[in-house]
């Protein structure tokens, strides 16, 4: 059972400090349908900031309780995955709530090299078990040493044609959960 | 050789009828890293309204020439990629000037249910000749039917793991690149 994460604290900008990154409109919009689509429990965006999640509490309203949800009904659908939590250990205890196992921790990065699962690894694990994982994903320049170092694995990076790796996060988390849930 | 395009006219709108949609800043900046990503030699834009295209423009010289340039060199790169354009016959009029060849055009759509060719079919025939095609996504509710049947191929649709399936185009482009390209 696969849950995913957007981390905004902490991560890198791109001095190489660690920070608190904001909440993006579009990728909650974004993020939200390809969660729905891909068919997983619940998607998580991470912020420490009470102004921040209080915000993204305001957009989600909008489109599952307000004017949106009758707009727009798929999106209204899509938003009813997304939670906002003030930090990691909130989600896995949550997820260890609901589930009775607190979800083993991948960690997504383009600069990860070394001690790497594939996506084809995670793929036959996910159907192995019915254990939750939580797959993180950062913003800004990424996610800081102390999430990678505490994860239980580090998934490999997307590689590009060439040496270019600068995708958005919103097209990263598209290709990854494609290539591991293999719909 | 892959080129990409999003089109903004002809498409449907929510009531089915066919309208203009307005460039996103989004879409050019996630697509256009994507482009970079996959090695394509070019994205375009396509929107027949001139006040569309000049605030497109003043985005990308950001960029490309602007304080955006040295703000961000990874951006510079993706940005030179794309370009603007008030229709589609002129897209294939530019590439077929560069290629000696006048593309060959192919539709996507998440409603394409007949006479479509497969990831795999499409990945092979790019493989087995240097012409170029041409990819088309649309915007607001999709693709209009005269640019559908003009098409020289449709694109299988992105099946979700469920009947939904409203991704935005910003994912879907990212996943049938992935699929098609196979890097």
């Known amino acids: 059972m696969l849950?995913?994460?957007?981390?905004?604290?902490?991560?890198?900008n791109k001095e190489g400090k660690v920070v608190t990154t904001?909440?993006?409109n579009m990728d909650i919009h974004d993020i939200s349908r390809l969660a729905r689509t891909y068919?997983?429990?619940?998607y998580y965006v991470i912020n420490p900031v009470p102004a921040q999640r209080d915000l993204a509490w305001e957009i989600i309203d909008h489109w599952r309780q307000g004017y949106g949800a009758t707009y727009n009904k798929s999106r209204k659908e899509a938003f009813e995955l997304v939670k906002i939590k003030a930090s990691?250990?909130?989600?896995?205890?949550?997820?260890a709530k609901q589930c009775g196992h607190t979800p083993k921790t991948i960690v997504t990065s383009a600069n990860l090299k070394e001690g790497c699962i594939t996506f084809d690894a995670l793929n036959i694990m996910l159907k192995s078990n019915n254990l939750?994982?939580?797959?993180?994903?950062?913003t800004g320049s990424g996610i800081a040493d102390e999430v990678i170092k505490?994860?239980?694995?580090?998934?490999?990076p997307i590689k590009g044609d060439g040496k270019y790796n600068h995708l958005a996060v919103r097209s990263a988390v598209a290709i990854v959960?494609?290539?591991?849930?293999?719909?």
């Open 22 to 24: 904001a909440i993006a």
């Open 3 to 12: 849950y995913i994460a957007l981390l905004h604290y902490p991560v890198y």
């Open 132 to 138: 939750p994982y939580l797959l993180i994903f950062g």
């Open 177 to 183: 959960l494609d290539r591991v849930l293999k719909i």
């Open 88 to 95: 990691l250990d909130e989600v896995k205890e949550e997820i």
């Open 150 to 156: 505490n994860a239980d694995y580090r998934l490999e």
């Open 39 to 42: 068919g997983l429990p619940g």
